[in-house]
């Protein structure tokens, strides 16, 4: 993922919506979809923009209408009628074309040919009000970036993955559909992976594949990423000989242009490409409400903090399938809903808060720490003594039961929680629980009133610690004038350390806090290190690499200060 470049949307009126590009000067309005009607309220471009020459009529956010089909069994897109021509004249073609050269694809696109693919794999972000721009052309263009392979780490996800299917497969042979995507598609290679897993199950069962309806949606920022998976394009290289070997994998391969492979029918024409940027939170919607596999192998380590933060705490809240499989390399595998297998010790938190949203913690300091400065970590300090260390104590309580379980609830005192809310109420601030290492904090900035949840959890000692967090509060209110706000209403919520939202559920008798819901069974913890998808050379090799650093990553016989 490319974090050097943003898209942008114009976000459409509820009606309509129109794509921007200089200097064309044609317009055609196209239908919005339920995509679109959730972001009703805002306004639509006005301005020149190019003609996408047909009518959109589905969206990618129902499981009854995806993306659009050309004839039935087709499994492909329908292309907008767009000359090559209408684009030609809005961006750079040589900045793409030496793109698809370095991605070894300029033989399998000859003549800008290339250009007849992109309204086809813009049509979801354009349906949604997208605007599309020369910078976000070249940018999606120009992600240096070596290719993924093939089956990557599959000894972490492609047997569970079997039975899984095994199990689906036979309770849809009425309907014959299966629905999968592939977030971050890799060049395609991993919704290759997905499809020949798809096809041997299918084989297994006694079926013919192409009788199936199956979609596998690969959803990227890279055009030459998006082009290589829309004709199942694939440049084997070294790293692949062994897996290829191992898995019998030239069998569902055929020769194409300039030494590449293409996957076989009907795998090819299952897979359907399209751009999305993850790292606007608004493209969201874009993914699907449902599906069947849910494939975001190695794709949050590579995001913002808080877009990356939002996808994973959906995706671990099984909200997008009834019973349905997720692969988040890095941090679990894991079934959804209905499931004969027993809930294995995975540490989410851990892996959740070390992989989800690091890049923007590298690059750009995204962080979930409560904001303040010199003198409130000074206020802090003085204050940490007696109760107040108890609480944050407890506070950090929560995030080590999280850390063995994630689908702990804990117990919260219903005295507490109302005078909480009474805080944030009377300075027009919204509450939210934090498990730092603070006691209390008002944030005007934020509009934040911060609370330790340990001033919540139910303990002995309920009285005592009420009074002395409603008159640690009336201190800190004080050096933050009221907002003349209503804080907002609904339940209340807040972080983890590492990002998880924790919620407090106020319907039951007394109200209970938790992370994560019982929805998700986890199978195993995907990524504690990528040795499971190594042959026994490459950790030897490694080993006798890393034996030539010291702990702190330095030459071994370096002296001084590092």
Do not use: C
């Not at 904001?371 to 007696?386: H, I, Q, S």
């Amino acid at each position: 993922m490319n974090l050097a470049w943003a898209a942008f949307l114009v976000l459409p009126a509820p009606a309509r919506a129109q794509v921007h590009v200089e200097p064309v000067s044609v317009s055609v309005p196209i239908h919005t979809g339920p995509a679109a009607a959730s972001l009703a309220g805002a306004q639509a471009l006005s301005g020149p923009t190019l003609s996408l020459g047909a009518q959109l009529v589905s969206s990618p956010l129902t499981r009854a209408s995806v993306l659009p089909r050309a004839a039935a069994g087709s499994g492909r897109l329908r292309a907008s009628p767009v000359a090559s021509r209408d684009w030609d004249a809005f961006f750079d073609q040589s900045r793409v074309q030496s793109r698809l050269e370095l991605a070894g694809l300029a033989a399998a696109y000859p003549d800008g040919s290339w250009k007849e693919s992109l309204p086809r794999l813009f049509e979801p972000y354009v349906q949604l009000g997208g605007k599309v721009t020369p910078e976000l052309l070249a940018g999606a263009s120009h992600r240096a970036e070596d290719w993924t392979y093939i089956f990557r780490d599959h000894p972490l996800w492609k047997k569970p993955l079997e039975e899984y299917l095994d199990g689906l497969i036979a309770r849809r042979k009425d309907s014959r559909r299966l629905d999968l995507d592939s977030v971050g598609a890799g060049y395609g290679s991993e919704a290759y992976s997905l499809a020949i897993v798809v096809d041997e199950a299918l084989r297994r069962a006694g079926e013919e594949p192409a009788a199936w309806d199956v979609r596998i949606r690969a959803q990227d920022l890279s055009i030459a990423s998006l082009l290589a998976a829309d004709r199942g394009l694939y440049r084997p290289g070294e790293r692949d000989k062994e897996t290829f070997a191992e898995l019998g994998l030239e069998k569902y391969f055929e020769p194409a242009e300039g030494g590449l492979l293409r996957l076989k029918r009907p795998m090819r024409d299952w897979i359907r490409p399209y751009f999305v940027d993850l790292n606007d939170p608004r493209q969201h919607s874009l993914l699907p409400a449902l599906t069947d596999v849910l494939f975001g192998n190695y794709l949050l380590f590579h995001l913002r903090r808080d877009p990356a933060t939002a996808l994973a705490e959906k995706w671990l809240a099984g909200e997008w399938s009834d019973h349905g499989f997720l692969s988040m390399a890095q941090v679990v595998v894991a079934e959804v809903g209905r499931s004969a297998r027993a809930k294995v010790d995975v540490p989410l938190n851990y892996l959740f808060s070390s992989n989800v949203g690091w890049a923007g913690l590298a690059f750009y300091g995204d962080n979930y720490r409560v904001p303040g400065g010199f003198k409130d970590a000074m206020r802090e300090l003085f204050r940490r003594r007696g109760l107040v260390k108890k609480v944050q104590e407890r506070g950090g309580s929560v995030d080590r039961e999280l850390s063995r379980d994630a689908f702990h609830r804990f117990a919260l005192d219903p005295k507490a929680v109302a005078s909480m809310r009474r805080a944030a109420a009377r300075a027009g601030l919204s509450p939210s629980l934090t498990t730092d290492d603070i006691s209390v904090r008002a944030d005007a900035d934020s509009g934040k009133l911060y609370v330790n949840v340990g001033w919540l959890l139910e303990a002995p000692d309920g009285e005592e610690r009420i009074a002395a967090f409603e008159k640690l509060v009336s201190k800190e209110l004080e050096r933050v004038p009221p907002t003349g706000r209503s804080p907002p209403a609904g339940p209340i919520s807040g972080r983890l350390y590492g990002g998880g939202v924790l919620k407090v559920d106020e319907t039951g008798s007394a109200p209970m806090l938790y992370w994560l819901t019982d929805r998700l069974v986890p199978i195993s913890a995907a990524y504690r290190s990528d040795n499971a998808a190594k042959s026994e050379k490459k950790l030897e090799g490694d080993q006798q690499r890393n034996s030539r650093f010291d702990s702190n990553g330095m030459p071994k016989g370096v002296r001084g200060f590092y």
